[in-house]
């Protein structure tokens, strides 16, 4: 009997500490939740799934020599360079709306023709928006295929696609490898100054046609170094043809973005 | 007799040569051998560099953006430094789909006439057998991917099919799979009807090899159903004789009698064009395949050698020996037109014509002394050197236009080493690399059509035979065994 009394003692006191302790844990939980709230809101949620975002940066970086890890992280997060490179774009509209606005009794014309040129820039600030959609990038839904992510020799790389329609690289990765290993071929590094020996990046765009034929070419973002800019273009037009389109493509042309690194 | 002299005349009853050209962009700055390359580009050192990164990220990329969903575009984002690496490609042996007894044997020749085009495509890294998954692979349905792209085969290609004889006919199915993409794999789906032989077995091979290349060689074709043709000696007289790539199927195509020498296969691959010896001296001679005989060609006296055709099948340069001294002629295919384009005191022998451009024509010339080679617009303009010592002949041009491929004894002379290798030199930097070391004389190479592989002759067998090998050097392979075999000339296509 004494023992059942004694645990009638410890009930009351047990009541007492379970509400200590359960207005702890709320605590306790209540900040991780805010925290979390807090802390993700840069974040995106999309970054964390599938082996996607891991797969991009990490290997990629522990690989580069020195230098390279900036570049890397900007290779990887392709969708991230844009983000920096719209980021310049906006501000110049900005400026041109207050020059505009100065004209008196222009404005009535003036203002519809800015209105054209802010849809000119769309192409542009479009990718700010994007930069927001980076994030679903990391979603990895339609990217996360197969060939959303490569692991090959230790490294890993990945790449997205967005865009209607847009799927090129998930449908024909095999056509991707052969554009990929076509310009690297052709890419004659001995046209390159001999003085330089590190250069920034140099991004290439031009459009493959349906027969295959490279078509376009444009520096999208220069080096700074000329003839590394020059070389860039040239191995784009010394090939004749990456052959023809997969067949059952349905589009007439695919777009690519080609970036050249050149270390000595 | 003085040295120009002596060694042109050497060459010419040796047998002269040049050859056309094919194109060859592979990895050529490929580090060969220390001692006797002293130039490289840093090519190839950056992309060991970065090979880390894996040939996978090549695609990086992607895509896009597009904000405008209406473009619909779409983008691949790469870059270099990525690594090159050849593709990795398994192909299990083809699965018969009838009962019929022929199976067996024309699967094997079959099996094995696709395994040696893919492997000496020179593109495909072949996942070796021994790692296959078990049980065959005869149609989509038998394809298990976790089991090819993943270890061990860890494939990105994988090539399989079926093939069935029933009577006299043979059909084969094939198919290409990216097996890391498994929810859109098929990259190529044929099928093909033949007869059933050894012989239509291995052309279906060739031409099912040709498709995979094309697909994955960047659009350009295979070179499995390509032909080479040279001159032997087995029959007595030196005779030209023809082969498929592999060097199967060599056969005797003229019967003159005397010594024919240089042929060279026109670019539409009707004619034969090269010098015999004959009671006026040595001329042009043409052959045509079409009507497997003689055609007329103008006799033009003098000592005519070395015939090379331009990359459109209308001109023929040649060297010819009819003014006294050797230059170098263009005349038109009928063999008309004759034009003088060279005009230097001593020989000038072995034009090639730039494939890619038609327009400049590289050759050998005497003028200093010993061998050299030269390149000129195909008027006689613009005369530029571009070996500076030793005895360098037999220029060919790449298909591409890009690289000169000869043979070179660098050090030429009483107490040099003086081995004659094959060198590939790029015309705009003049950066050569050496590509033969074996010993022996290599001379007379030839390229292939897709650029990726040179045909030459070696002695370092003991007799002279024609040999394969890749543009960077690599996959040495010996394609003749019996009698003489020299001159080497690859179709055009």
């Not at chain 1, 027969?211 to 037009?237: C, F, K, T, Y």
């Not at chain 2, 067998?461 to 000339?489: H, V």
Request: aromatic share 10%; glycine share 10%; net charge neutral.
């Amino acid at each position: 009997m004494a023992a059942n009394a004694e645990i009638f003692f410890e009930h009351d006191r047990w009541g007492h500490n379970l509400a200590w302790s359960l207005a702890l844990h709320v605590v306790v939980t209540g900040g991780i939740l805010l925290y979390s709230t807090i802390a993700s809101g840069g974040r995106g949620e999309g970054w964390g799934a599938g082996g996607g975002g891991d797969a991009i940066g990490v290997t990629l970086v522990s690989t580069v020599p020195l230098p390279a890890p900036q570049v890397q992280t900007q290779n990887v997060l392709a969708n991230e360079s844009k983000g920096l490179s719209q980021s310049q774009p906006q501000p110049k509209p900005e400026e041109k709306e207050p020059e505009a606005i100065p004209i008196p009794e222009k404005d009535a014309k003036s203002k519809p023709k800015k209105e054209p040129s802010a849809s000119k820039r769309k192409p542009q600030p479009e990718p700010v928006e994007e930069a927001n959609n980076v994030v679903p990038f990391g979603q990895g839904g339609p990217v996360s295929g197969p060939y959303g992510m490569f692991s090959a020799g230790g490294a890993k790389g990945g790449f997205g696609f967005t865009g209607g329609g847009g799927d090129f690289g998930t449908r024909y990765a095999w056509y991707v490898q052969v554009v990929q290993r076509k310009v690297s071929e052709n890419w004659l590094k001995y046209e390159v100054d001999a003085r330089i020996r590190e250069a920034q990046r140099v991004y290439i765009t031009f459009d493959v046609t349906r027969d295959g034929r490279p078509a376009n070419v444009l520096v999208e973002q220069s080096s700074g170094v000329p003839s590394l800019d020059q070389s860039a273009i040239r191995a784009i037009q010394r090939i004749d043809t990456f052959g023809p389109l997969p067949s059952d493509y349905s589009g007439n042309k695919v777009s690519v973005e080609f970036w050249f690194d050149y270390k000595r | 007799m003085d040295h120009s002299s002596r060694w042109e005349i050497e060459r010419a009853q040796q047998d002269i040569s040049n050859l056309c050209s094919r194109d060859g962009r592979r990895s050529l700055y490929r580090e060969v051998n220390a001692g006797n390359c002293k130039r490289t580009t840093g090519t190839h050192h950056h992309t060991l560099k970065f090979g880390v990164f894996g040939r996978a990220v090549l695609a990086l990329l992607a895509a896009v953006l597009v904000a405008i969903p209406s473009l619909a575009q779409d983008w691949i984002r790469t870059g270099t430094g990525l690594g090159v690496e050849k593709v990795r490609l398994a192909l299990p042996d083809f699965k018969a789909s009838t009962q019929d007894p022929k199976n067996t044997d024309v699967l094997k020749v079959f099996n094995d006439t696709l395994w040696n085009d893919l492997d000496n495509a020179g593109i495909f890294d072949m996942v070796s057998k021994s790692f296959y998954p078990l049980g065959l692979v005869g149609s989509p349905a038998d394809v298990k991917f976790e089991s090819w792209n993943g270890p061990p085969p860890n494939t990105a290609m994988l090539a399989f099919g079926n093939l069935g004889v029933s009577g006299d006919n043979l059909t084969v199915q094939g198919w290409l799979y990216d097996v890391k993409n498994v929810t859109s794999p098929q990259v190529l789906g044929k099928q093909y009807q033949d007869a059933a032989t050894s012989d239509a077995a291995r052309t279906t091979a060739h031409k099912f090899a040709d498709e995979i290349i094309f697909r994955l060689g960047g659009g350009i074709p295979g070179i499995a159903e390509s032909k080479t043709y040279f001159v032997s000696s087995r029959s007595g007289h030196k005779e030209i004789w023809g082969m498929d790539y592999d060097g199967a199927n060599q056969h005797a195509i003229t019967h003159v009698g005397s010594i024919s020498l240089s042929p060279r296969i026109a670019p539409d691959g009707s004619r034969l064009a090269f010098s015999s010896a004959t009671k006026t001296g040595w001329e042009i001679l043409m052959y045509s395949l079409d009507l497997n005989r003689l055609v007329a060609f103008p006799r033009y006296g003098g000592t005519n050698l070395s015939p090379a055709w331009s990359a459109d099948g209308t001109k023929l340069a040649f060297s010819s020996s009819r003014t006294g001294d050797s230059e170098i002629y263009v005349a038109d295919s009928s063999g008309g037109n004759l034009k003088r384009v060279t005009a230097f005191k001593g020989p000038d022998v072995s034009p090639t014509w730039n494939r890619k451009t038609g327009a400049q024509i590289a050759w050998v010339s005497g003028r200093t002394g010993l061998p050299q080679i030269y390149t000129m617009e195909a008027d006689g303009t613009n005369v530029q050197r571009l070996t500076d010592e030793g005895y360098a002949v037999s220029p060919a041009w790449s298909p591409n236009g890009q690289f000169l491929v000869f043979s070179w004894i660098r050090h030429y002379g009483p107490g040099a080493p003086g081995a004659q290798d094959i060198y590939i030199m790029d015309i705009a930097s003049k950066q050569w690399v050496q590509l033969t070391h074996d010993g022996g004389r290599n001379d007379f190479p030839s390229w292939s059509p897709d650029g990726r592989h040179i045909i030459f002759q070696s002695s370092r067998s003991g007799g002279e035979q024609i040999w394969t090998m890749l543009a960077d050097g690599t996959n040495q392979k010996q394609l003749t065994f019996t009698g003489s075999n020299t001159q080497p000339n690859w179709s055009w296509k």
